[in-house]
């Protein structure tokens, strides 16, 4: 898998205090496949790690999906992580706001 297949990453940032949750990522696979609610999470060495969406029934968590193989799920990490650094130093470089919705100067840094 090469990361020219994953396009449109966009973000939503996540504002909860105490949280180790940062944001979550969309992207588009191919063109063809939408990926969504995949959870940014920082760890205490401050590196970040992306998890793919589950759903709790019960006493069982399932997936509702995720990447097969470790290389695909290391391209979309990659990915999504070296996207939301670029995102990060574009917000901590511009002095107009504290307001991310206005900092967005591309349209692949949107946030939703």
């Known amino acids: 898998m090469s990361n020219k297949n994953i396009s449109e990453i966009n973000f939503k940032l996540v504002n909860g205090k105490g949280?180790?949750?940062?944001?979550?990522?969309?992207?588009?696979?191919d063109q063809n496949l939408y990926l969504g609610s995949i959870a940014l999470r920082q760890?205490?060495?401050?590196?970040?790690?992306?998890?793919?969406?589950?759903?709790?029934i019960g006493n069982q968590?399932?997936?509702?999906?995720?990447?097969?193989?470790?290389?695909?799920?290391?391209?979309?990490?990659?990915?999504?992580?070296?996207?939301?650094?670029?995102?990060?130093?574009l917000v901590a470089n511009d002095s107009r706001s504290n307001d991310i919705d206005k900092t967005c100067k591309d349209e692949k840094f949107k946030t939703y």
Not at 19 to 29: Q, T
Not at 43 to 53: M, N, T, Y
């Open 19 to 29: 949280s180790p949750i940062v944001a979550i990522a969309s992207l588009v696979y």
């Open 43 to 56: 760890e205490a060495d401050g590196k970040i790690k992306c998890l793919f969406p589950t759903k709790k």
């Open 61 to 89: 968590q399932f997936s509702i999906y995720n990447p097969i193989n470790k290389e695909t799920q290391e391209a979309i990490s990659k990915s999504i992580i070296q996207e939301f650094q670029n995102f990060m130093q």
